[in-house]
């Protein structure tokens, strides 16, 4: 299983990015996908992950209402468009994929229910 991240770089505050996640080696129409953030010295966070089919969408309370999640089952591909960024935003990116069941109100933010992951992509806001 490879999961490769792109779309990462340094943006002005209230600028946007859109980052992406190519996957391979999974069924990827019968996983759910999230991404994370984590800086240095501190625990990874949840930001946003879709259910298989991309009808379901969770974020965290930091990007609600910013971040978009999204998905192209035909091109095995998730995609986190982030709008509004403030420099807090600032983190290495990881999207990260679980064979575990999401819908309604069932989803999880914890890491270690995700099996695998990307390498991570850089996100900088400068003020």
């Known amino acids: 299983v490879q999961l490769q991240a792109s779309g990462g770089g340094l943006v002005q505050a209230g600028g946007s990015l859109r980052l992406s996640c190519a996957a391979s080696g999974l069924t990827f129409s019968r996983i759910a996908m999230g991404w994370f953030r984590q800086v240095p010295g501190k625990e990874r966070e949840f930001a946003a992950a879709?259910?298989?089919?991309?009808?379901?969408?969770y974020y965290g309370d930091s990007v609600k209402g910013r971040f978009t999640i999204s998905r192209d089952n035909a091109k095995n591909t998730v995609y986190l468009q982030m709008n509004s960024l403030k420099p807090e935003d600032t983190a290495v990116y990881y999207c990260?994929?679980?064979?575990?069941?999401?819908?309604?109100?069932?989803?999880?933010?914890?890491?270690?229910?995700?099996?695998?992951w990307g390498q991570g992509t850089q996100v900088t806001v400068s003020s």
């Open positions: 990260a994929a679980s064979s575990r069941y999401f819908g309604g109100a069932v989803y999880s933010r914890r890491p270690t229910e995700f099996e695998y």
């Open positions: 879709i259910n298989w089919g991309g009808e379901y969408t």
